[in-house]
């Protein structure tokens, strides 16, 4: 082992230095990308990554003009971290005192300070020495040992914050209400964060250039996104996913010749669509056999319906076909579903209504006959009510049906003369209700008048028989204990109000 590996750095001898660092920086990007991506700020580290500029070259400046010293690096470290936090303090404070939104905050200020950057160094060309062509696009192939050892130092340095802090940045990225409520320092996460992406993103310059170690930090992470519901393991495929990208990209780049830099980001593209393809839960194909397989409710409904309907115990596929129509493998998946959820039961060849599914169907009979109720009071002609009432049946939510019964003044019939199934809902032993929701038989007793000319002939306690509607369904007719009939309108049935009782 130790004879091959001296065999390779002879042949090649950047290799080595390179695929070390590129690990590191692969590392280090990865796990910090899990954090921008879930915290929504890739473009905030874009951001990050242009500003940069400036604060290089104001290191690089401080160094060379004030103190005469052939130390940059650390200045430029600086220079640059305080770059970023300088770009994160305008972004916020425009943010605030501003109508403008975030994402156009951070698209002026980031061109602005990269901007100025490029104005620095062109004006002051003589003194600063910094190879632009490479801060952009990265030079892998003549690595440093110091930078080697200074992507090592950052590495070990992020890994530990996020070991450290890991709680803490876990709450401030899922739920910045709930930190803040207990004390964290949600401000101060934010800073650390972006001063931890600052340090990857310097050191990381020198590996892939200043706008490729973007991908780095974005495309690894977001690719583990598509794997994972939990952190932890995000956090590790990011890492491998970066490792990955880096290693195939980078021997591409040596078959190929070409820049090695663009070539590790361009296969963590590849490599992120394959997986937008083909991941099992979120990816384009998962998503695709979902909805062809996935029933519409509408369909699901109308066959509980078109069971009730058929006025059968149980009932085949190929009725149901008769009364529905439409294609047999959609028919069959449906009959499937509902049988999965309860709704309806085997029998035999056949199905048959559960309970369940009963009361299912009888709220939706009742909500089309509604409708079709409805629909012919505004003036739709009779040979549409039906169509028309099956498209608005599927709203069938107990309040949007309430109210529309209420309105309609709780009829008894369709249009089409078919009765309208009562509310078994809210119609229940010991339920409290409007004396205008009970039908013939319903008894109650009486526990609230809203009307105080309903005195003279209610009392509070009193136990009242509702009889057969008249005047085609307007007047309610209740029987006292004493015997006599009493006549009410819809208004003043409204104003009565009786706890249900079954004798």
């Given at each position: 082992?130790?004879?091959?590996?001296?065999?390779?750095?002879?042949?090649?001898?950047?290799?080595?230095k390179?695929?070390?660092?590129?690990?590191?920086?692969?590392?280090?990007?990865g796990?910090?990308?899990?954090?921008?991506?879930?915290?929504?700020?890739?473009?905030?580290?874009?951001?990050?990554?242009?500003?940069?500029?400036?604060?290089?070259?104001a290191?690089?400046?401080v160094?060379?003009?004030?103190?005469?010293?052939?130390?940059?690096?650390?200045?430029?470290?600086?220079?640059?971290?305080?770059?970023?936090?300088?770009?994160?303090?305008?972004?916020?404070?425009?943010?605030?005192?501003?109508?403008?939104?975030?994402?156009?905050?951070?698209?002026?200020?980031?061109?602005?300070?990269?901007?100025?950057?490029?104005?620095?160094?062109?004006?002051?060309?003589?003194?600063?020495?910094?190879?632009?062509?490479?801060?952009l696009?990265?030079?892998?192939l003549?690595?440093?040992?110091?930078?080697?050892w200074?992507?090592?130092?950052?590495?070990?340095?992020?890994?530990?914050?996020?070991?450290?802090?890991y709680?803490?940045?876990q709450?401030?990225?899922?739920d910045?209400?709930?930190?803040?409520?207990?004390?964290?320092?949600?401000?101060?996460?934010?800073?650390?964060?972006?001063?931890?992406?600052?340090?990857?993103?310097?050191?990381?310059?020198?590996?892939?250039?200043?706008?490729?170690?973007?991908g780095?930090?974005?495309?690894?992470?977001?690719?583990?996104?598509?794997?994972?519901?939990?952190?932890?393991?995000?956090?590790?495929?990011?890492?491998?996913?970066?490792?990955?990208?880096?290693?195939?990209?980078?021997?591409?780049?040596?078959?190929?010749?070409?820049?090695?830099?663009?070539?590790?980001?361009?296969?963590?593209?590849?490599?992120?669509f394959?997986?937008?393809?083909?991941?099992?839960?979120?990816?384009?194909?998962?998503?695709?056999?979902?909805?062809?397989?996935?029933?519409?409710?509408?369909?699901?409904?109308?066959?509980?319906?078109?069971?009730?309907?058929?006025?059968?115990?149980?009932?085949?596929?190929?009725?149901?076909?008769?009364?529905?129509?439409?294609?047999?493998?959609?028919?069959?998946q449906?009959?499937?579903q509902?049988?999965?959820?309860?709704?309806?039961v085997?029998?035999?060849e056949?199905?048959?209504l559960?309970?369940?599914?009963?009361?299912?169907?009888?709220?939706?009979?009742?909500?089309?006959r509604?409708?079709?109720?409805?629909?012919?009071?505004?003036?739709?002609?009779?040979?549409?009510?039906?169509?028309?009432?099956?498209?608005?049946?599927?709203?069938?939510?107990?309040?949007?049906?309430?109210?529309?019964?209420?309105?309609?003044?709780h009829?008894?019939?369709?249009?089409?003369?078919?009765?309208?199934?009562?509310?078994?809902?809210?119609l229940?032993?010991?339920?409290?209700?409007?004396?205008?929701?009970?039908?013939?038989?319903?008894?109650?007793?009486?526990?609230?008048?809203?009307?105080?000319?309903?005195?003279s002939?209610?009392?509070?306690?009193?136990?009242?028989?509702?009889?057969?509607?008249?005047?085609?369904?307007?007047?309610?007719?209740v029987?006292?204990?004493?015997?006599?009939?009493?006549?009410?309108?819809?208004?003043?049935?409204?104003?009565?109000?009786?706890?249900?009782?079954?004798?």
């Amino acid at each position: 082992m130790i004879d091959w590996l001296t065999e390779l750095q002879r042949s090649n001898p950047h290799l080595i230095k390179a695929l070390l660092v590129g690990t590191l920086v692969s590392t280090a990007c990865g796990v910090t990308g899990c954090w921008i991506i879930l915290r929504r700020m890739a473009f905030l580290a874009d951001a990050l990554a242009h500003a940069m500029l400036a604060g290089v070259v104001a290191g690089f400046l401080v160094m060379k003009l004030l103190f005469a010293s052939q130390s940059y690096a650390p200045a430029m470290l600086i220079g640059s971290v305080f770059a970023a936090l300088f770009t994160v303090v305008v972004v916020g404070w425009v943010s605030r005192v501003s109508r403008i939104k975030e994402d156009t905050v951070i698209g002026i200020t980031y061109t602005g300070v990269f901007a100025l950057g490029g104005v620095l160094l062109s004006f002051f060309s003589r003194h600063v020495h910094i190879d632009v062509v490479h801060f952009l696009t990265g030079q892998l192939l003549a690595v440093r040992m110091a930078d080697l050892w200074a992507m090592a130092f950052v590495t070990v340095f992020v890994l530990s914050v996020y070991i450290l802090f890991y709680r803490s940045l876990q709450l401030v990225a899922f739920d910045r209400v709930l930190a803040a409520s207990i004390g964290i320092p949600v401000l101060a996460f934010d800073y650390l964060l972006t001063a931890c992406t600052s340090f990857v993103v310097v050191s990381g310059v020198n590996v892939v250039g200043v706008i490729l170690v973007v991908g780095l930090l974005i495309i690894p992470a977001a690719t583990a996104y598509l794997l994972c519901d939990r952190l932890p393991r995000m956090l590790a495929l990011s890492a491998l996913f970066g490792w990955t990208s880096f290693i195939v990209g980078y021997l591409w780049a040596e078959a190929v010749n070409v820049a090695p830099g663009s070539a590790v980001v361009v296969t963590g593209a590849a490599q992120f669509f394959v997986v937008l393809l083909i991941a099992p839960r979120y990816g384009v194909l998962a998503d695709w056999l979902r909805r062809r397989r996935m029933i519409p409710q509408m369909l699901i409904e109308d066959v509980l319906r078109s069971v009730l309907k058929s006025r059968q115990d149980t009932i085949s596929l190929a009725q149901l076909v008769t009364l529905m129509g439409g294609s047999v493998d959609r028919l069959t998946q449906a009959v499937k579903q509902l049988i999965r959820e309860g709704l309806l039961v085997r029998d035999g060849e056949n199905v048959r209504l559960t309970d369940q599914g009963r009361d299912y169907a009888m709220r939706l009979q009742r909500a089309h006959r509604l409708w079709e109720t409805y629909l012919a009071s505004v003036g739709t002609p009779q040979r549409e009510l039906h169509d028309r009432a099956d498209a608005m049946e599927h709203v069938h939510d107990e309040q949007a049906v309430d109210y529309l019964d209420d309105r309609l003044g709780h009829p008894l019939h369709d249009p089409h003369g078919s009765e309208i199934p009562e509310d078994f809902v809210h119609l229940v032993p010991g339920a409290v209700v409007p004396l205008a929701m009970l039908r013939e038989g319903h008894r109650g007793e009486v526990v609230r008048l809203e009307n105080e000319s309903l005195e003279s002939d209610f009392a509070l306690g009193m136990l009242l028989t509702v009889k057969a509607r008249s005047r085609d369904g307007h007047q309610w007719n209740v029987e006292l204990p004493d015997g006599r009939v009493l006549g009410l309108s819809h208004q003043e049935a409204d104003r009565v109000w009786v706890k249900l009782r079954v004798e």
